[in-house]
């Protein structure tokens, strides 16, 4: 059995019992370019000789967590087919990310953010149904498995909260303007294609020193000596980078050049697939970016449907039976043949069509609603619909006409405007994170590592 774990508009998908750990869950990449959310597993329970891994601040990590966290780390790895990096690094990266979620879900509490049951038992529907399969069925697989159920529902409600955390971050920057769409569009990569990318950071705190820029940089320069050498890309991300993409392989997925900050679609944009670039530089620090993929921009041809209607509204005047008995009526007189667009003109409560005589001009599939797509997908053109009920009451549709339009040059406009935002938020949400990191107190007690606190 395997879960999909539930992000915008994206699945990931791993199999039980290890990958319904947490392990998993940090497995999945957050921002520097994917922002996404995924719902939590459990945490496994503290056994008798556990200890501290590491300090964050109010809480901490148990030697447990992160064990049951590299189990499935591991498990992906050799699932996937990857070379197996060092077990220190691996160690590494993925107590990093646990110290980063920690952190996440501390800021959250901190500033007042609260997931209620029927926000979990929601989640937990959502999760379940997109692996076809009951709430109860889902938690008989956790139980089977030796997970308990209350500290899956827990890291659940853990998630969520670090969600909102992230949405409320993007929803303070400002709103992405006309200006911003022209200029992204008129710039020379606004008609290219797309790049699948992955990507390897070494990063440099803020205020770093100049020593502590060129031991990165000397890292940065080594790992691209490793990959000259023949070392995976996907192997070389899980045990050297730091971008919350690390550990999968430091897979991005499909770009265009305007998705991503400049300097980096500089690097890519004269590779080819399977090549990769030198260390580029950036305030974060040092960049290595693997071009897996190529496609070309695709057309967008949409279906789109003249028609005309009448409707009559449900209000405080007119009940659901008063107007169920109209639209019948008007039904009737239509099939006596008399003319829609008089009967709209008469009848019709949709202000911004009955002095049209009902006409609703062009428009796509989906812009009226399911109810109405679903109407007009069984009708032939000059065929009058049965009356139908949606929200705003009862109607009678006619299809007048359907047609395919090039709808690319909207599209890309849509895109671009939607790249933008992606891009800052992706970028906000990363040096949020960073900041996070920089000013907590972590202390790391695992053997050889290296202390880091804010």
């Known amino acids: 059995m395997s879960f999909p774990i539930l992000q915008h508009g994206l699945h990931n998908t791993f199999s039980l019992p290890r990958s319904l750990a947490l392990a998993t869950l940090l497995a999945l990449p957050l921002p520097l370019f994917a922002q996404v959310s995924n719902i939590a597993v ?15 601040d109010e809480d901490v990590i148990m030697r447990s967590e992160l064990d049951q966290a590299l189990a499935g780390i591991v498990e992906r790895i050799r699932a996937s087919g990857e070379a197996m990096p060092p077990q220190n690094l691996i160690e590494s990266q993925v107590l990093e990310r646990l110290i980063v979620r920690e952190l996440q879900i501390q800021k959250a509490m901190q500033t007042g953010i609260r997931i209620s049951d029927s926000d979990i038992d929601q989640a937990m529907v959502n999760l379940a149904q997109q ?12 139980e089977d498995e030796g997970e308990d159920f209350a500290d899956f529902r827990r890291n659940i409600g853990e998630e969520l909260m670090t969600e909102r955390l992230r949405q409320r971050i993007i929803n303070g920057m400002q709103p992405i303007t006309d200006t911003e769409v022209d200029i992204l569009l008129a710039s020379q990569d606004a008609n290219g294609g797309e790049y699948n990318i992955s990507h390897i950071m070494i990063a440099i705190p803020e205020g770093s020193t100049p020593q502590q820029i060129k031991e990165a940089e000397d890292k940065a ?3 691209y000596t490793k990959l000259e050498g023949g070392l995976d890309f996907a192997s070389a991300a899980i045990s050297y980078s730091s971008s919350q993409e690390a550990l999968e392989g430091g897979e991005v997925g499909w770009r265009d050049l305007n998705s991503i900050p400049a300097f ?18 950036s305030p974060a620090g040092f960049h290595l970016l693997k071009v897996n993929d190529y496609r070309e921009q695709r057309q967008v041809v949409v279906k789109e449907y003249h028609a005309q ?22 039904r009737k007189r239509l099939d ?33 609603g399911d109810r109405v797509e679903q109407t007009l997908l069984a009708l032939k053109d000059g065929q009058i619909s049965e009356p139908f009920q949606t929200m705003s009451g009862w109607h009678i549709i006619q299809l007048l006409g359907e047609r395919e339009t090039d709808r690319t040059e909207e599209a890309i406009r849509e895109e671009a405007r939607e790249k933008i935002r992606q891009q800052k938020a992706e970028l906000e949400i990363e040096k949020t994170l ?11 007690r695992l053997p050889g590592a290296e202390n880091s606190s804010g």
């Open 434 to 444: 960073r900041q996070f990191r920089d000013e907590a107190f972590v202390e790391i």
């Open 221 to 223: 320069n080594d790992v």
């Open 264 to 281: 980096f679609a500089d690097a890519i944009r004269d590779l080819q697939p399977g090549q990769f670039s030198k260390p580029i530089r």
């Open 131 to 142: 692996n076809g399969i009951t709430v109860q069925q889902m938690r008989k697989v956790i």
């Open 336 to 368: 006596a043949g008399e003319d829609f667009a008089a009967l709209a003109k008469e009848y019709s409560d949709d202000v911004s069509t009955a002095n049209l005589g009902g006409d609703m001009g062009w428009f796509p599939p989906k812009a009226y």
């Open 42 to 56: 459990p945490a496994p329970s503290v056994a008798p000789l556990d200890s501290i891994v590491a300090l964050v």
């Open 309 to 330: 209607h009448i409707m009559v509204e449900i209000n405080e005047l007119v009940g659901a039976r008063d107007a169920m008995d109209l639209i019948i009526d008007i």
